[in-house]
T-cell receptor
Framework: AQSVAQPEDQVNVAEGNPLTVKCTYS??????LFWYVQYPNRGLQFLLK??????LVKGSYGFEAEFNKSQTSFHLKKPSALVSDSALYFC??????????????FGTGTKLQVIP | NAGVTQTPKFRVLKTGQSMTLLCAQD?????MYWYRQDPGMGLRLIHY???????AKGEVPDGYNVSRLKKQNFLLGLESAAPSQTSVYFC??????????????FGQGTRLTVV
């Protein structure tokens, strides 16, 4: 069975500093990986995805994620954090050949707090 | 462009009452989904639909029913609400055949409390 682990419930970072939100995954075939962000009282918004190709994926709002096959990780990064980045971040995965979102497994979420 | 719209946004039910949550999407997506979000558990799939007139069970379907009579609408029903169904419910849609875009778009959520 596939799974996603977000080992940190909360990450605190000072405004202007680089941020990393960690994600590791387990899937039987090739992974199709996603990051979503959830602002308070809102639904999830798509940030970026990895299917194949370049291991560094760029997404919305200046975020990027690095796919590392040997470490089965897909960490979310941003060079300089903004207070407005404070939100709940979800990593998700499915097997590339398994079909639609009904096969996607979501992580438990990491709360990012950017301190002014 | 409204995207995915859920109604209602908030609801309090008494144990044993029934209700229907409505999800509407205006993106001509083929697939629609209902998730529940509980603290520390991420999103769990309740039911989904891969096209008008079709439905299928997800990870946690017990106590819920769904219908997709029209492509743009996906209804989630609770026949006899239980306190364990207190949660935030999200609808999502995906897959545009025209553009082949497979990203999922989520509604704003329905916060349901069962007392």
């Amino acid at each position: 069975a596939q799974s996603v682990a977000q080992p940190e419930d909360q990450v605190n970072v000072a405004e202007g500093n680089p941020l990393t939100v960690k994600c590791t995954y387990s899937v039987s075939g090739n992974p199709y990986l996603f990051w979503y962000v959830q602002y308070p009282n809102r639904g999830l918004q798509f940030l970026l995805k990895y299917i194949t190709g370049d291991n560094l994926v760029k997404g919305s709002y200046g975020f990027e994620a690095e796919f590392n096959k040997s470490q089965t990780s897909f960490h979310l990064k941003k060079p300089s954090a903004l207070v407005s980045d404070s939100a709940l971040y979800f990593c998700a995965v499915r097997d590339l050949n398994s079909g639609g979102y009904q096969k996607v497994t979501f992580g438990t979420g990491t709360k990012l707090q950017v301190i002014p | 462009n409204a995207g995915v719209t859920q109604t209602p946004k908030f609801r309090v039910l008494k144990t044993g009452q029934s209700m229907t949550l409505l999800c509407a999407q205006d993106m001509n997506h083929e697939y629609m989904y209902w998730y529940r979000q509980d603290p520390g558990m991420g999103l769990r799939l309740i039911h989904y639909s891969v096209g008008e007139g079709t439905t299928a069970k997800g990870e946690v379907p017990d106590g819920y029913n769904v219908s997709r009579l029209k492509k743009q609408n996906f209804l989630l029903g609770l026949e006899s609400a239980a306190p364990s169904q207190t949660s935030v419910y999200f609808c999502a849609s995906s897959y545009d055949i025209t553009t082949m875009n497979t990203e999922a778009f989520f509604g704003q959520g329905t916060r349901l409390t069962v007392v």
